[in-house]
């Protein structure tokens, strides 16, 4: 399809895919399209993100929701924190089968999984959460969320591509993985220093890049609307899971604990 040409659209009511993906703001091989075809583009930009963060606000209100609960029982807190690790074994593998599986789902399918994962990681949070005074909880959440909204925006708008920054950032979840596993021998209060700074600063650099790879998707469009749906709860998780693990990781440095 022609750069200038505008995009079709499908029985599903979803715009078409155009033929040249690497015609996306903020990626290298940017071509040149017309102002009313740039406007649309960035119309369908803004829809899909809208899409994308509402999703990523279901997904942290349940998260919130699940946990509070946690912190209210003393009975459900015991029954959750005995099971603490083969949550966060469940967890580990409902992700990684969500992220692989996705656009296999339907868009029903992937949302519910998204909202149960969620859920799960409710409970978890609520287990780590209560191990700090609540002032010092909310203040952190404050400044997660600040600082999401930032690196959010950056990604929005710069017009750096970020594609580069990515798998760097990608590469550095692992070696923050292994520095965890290896600190649970070590013990060392330097090192989880360390790996609570790194993991916050990495978590950060993802949100603006994914940001930016999700609005270039949406920037492009989606052959049906189903698969547009699939996309925005794909986003939707990343966000999610870049929103929380900063959140965890600041409030490791910043956090009273009781």
Known sequence: MDTQQRPQRTEAGAWSRPAAPSQVPGTAGL???????HGR??????TFMNHVF????AGLALSGAVAWV???????????????????????????????????????????????????NGLTLGVIVAMYTGASVARVFFITA????????????????????????????IAILIAMVVN????????DWAISVIGALIFAGLTAYD??????????????????????IRGALNLYLDFINMFIFLLRLFGDRR
């Open 70 to 120: 946690v912190m209210s029982s003393a009975a459900i807190f015991q029954a959750v924190a005995g099971l603490y690790i083969p949550l966060i074994i469940a967890e580990l593998v409902m992700v990684f089968v969500l992220s692989a599986r996705l656009s296999k789902m339907s868009a029903g399918a992937a949302a519910a999984m998204f909202l149960a994962y969620a859920a799960l």
């Open 146 to 173: 600040g600082s999401f909204g930032a690196m959010a925006a950056i990604g929005a708008v710069t017009k750096k591509d970020l594609t580069g920054m990515g798998s760097f950032l990608m590469m550095g979840v």
């Open 54 to 57: 509402g999703w990523m606000a």
């Open 211 to 232: 940001v930016q790879k999700f609005k270039a998707a949406g920037y492009m469009g989606f052959k049906t609307k189903r698969e547009a749906s699939q996309w925005a």
């Open 184 to 191: 649970l021998f070590l013990a060392s209060s330097a090192l």
């Open 31 to 37: 071509g040149q399209v017309g102002n009313v075809e």
């Open 41 to 46: 583009r960035s119309e369908m930009a803004v």
